[in-house]
């Protein structure tokens, strides 16, 4: 069965500091993705970034990286120079096969993370 | 460029009554579409997908059915509402692509009394 886990539910940041959202995932397939959303109060969901499980470079899209390290199934969120709008949840996660033969989306639980002026 | 419309934001509805949720999609074709429920403070649960019109796959067994009559719309429904119905639903469509991310409209709030 594929899963994810979030082991931190809530975080805080000092303005402008670096942050990392901790994310570890367990699948039997070869071939899967990973992706991070930020779901700020008003509740929809904002896809960031996106790893492909046979990328050889760690993503990045503007200020968040993903630190992803295949051996140990982790994909941490690094978010750099913090922002008083990073304030939100943050969620991991998976794309890969289902019990029905699709591919869809597992996500962890989340993280809350507040950034602090 | 591609939106995602989904409605209503809130809603109350009791125990027993009917359901219809609806999310469209525009600004592209044969899009993968899908129903995600969120508890308070939880991740969110895959409810159903769809792959194409009159294509719906079903994630857990629940009370609440989905139907694809268009192309670019989806419908969530049930026929008697529970308690335990309340929550967060969240539609959301993705293009074909192992690299494609899904992308969320706004949520309907559903609270049942």
């Known amino acids: 069965a594929q899963k994810i886990t979030q082991t931190q539910p809530g975080m805080f940041v000092q303005e402008k500091e670096a942050v990392t959202l901790d994310c570890t995932y367990d699948?039997?397939?070869?071939?899967?993705?990973l992706f991070w959303y930020k779901q700020p109060s008003s509740g929809e969901m904002i896809f960031l970034i996106y790893q492909g499980s046979y990328d050889e470079q760690n993503a990045t899209e503007g200020r968040y990286s993903l630190n992803f390290q295949k051996a140990r199934k982790s994909a941490n969120l690094v978010i750099s120079a913090s922002q008083l709008g990073d304030s939100a949840m943050y969620f991991c996660?998976?794309?890969?096969?289902?019990?029905?033969?699709?591919?869809?989306?597992?996500f962890g639980s989340g993280t809350r993370l507040q950034v602090q002026p | 460029s591609q939106t995602i419309h989904q409605w209503p934001a809130t809603l109350v509805q009791p125990v027993g009554s009917p359901l219809s949720l609806e999310c469209t999609v525009e600004?592209?074709?044969?899009?993968?579409l899908y129903w995600y429920r969120q508890a308070a403070g939880r991740g969110l649960q895959l409810l159903f997908y769809s792959v194409g019109i009159g294509q719906i796959s079903s994630e857990v067994p629940q009370n609440l059915s989905a139907s694809r009559p268009q192309d670019r719309q989806f419908i969530l429904s049930s026929k008697k509402l529970l308690l335990s119905d309340s929550g967060f639903y969240l539609c959301?469509?993705?293009?074909?692509?192992?690299?494609?991310?899904?992308?969320f409209g706004d949520g309907t709030r559903l609270s049942i009394l």
């Open positions: 996660a998976m794309r890969t096969l289902m019990d029905t033969g699709r591919r869809a989306l597992t």
């Open positions: 959301a469509w993705r293009r074909q692509g192992e690299r494609q991310p899904q992308h």
């Open positions: 699948t039997s397939d070869q071939s899967y993705g």
């Open positions: 600004g592209t074709s044969n899009p993968n």
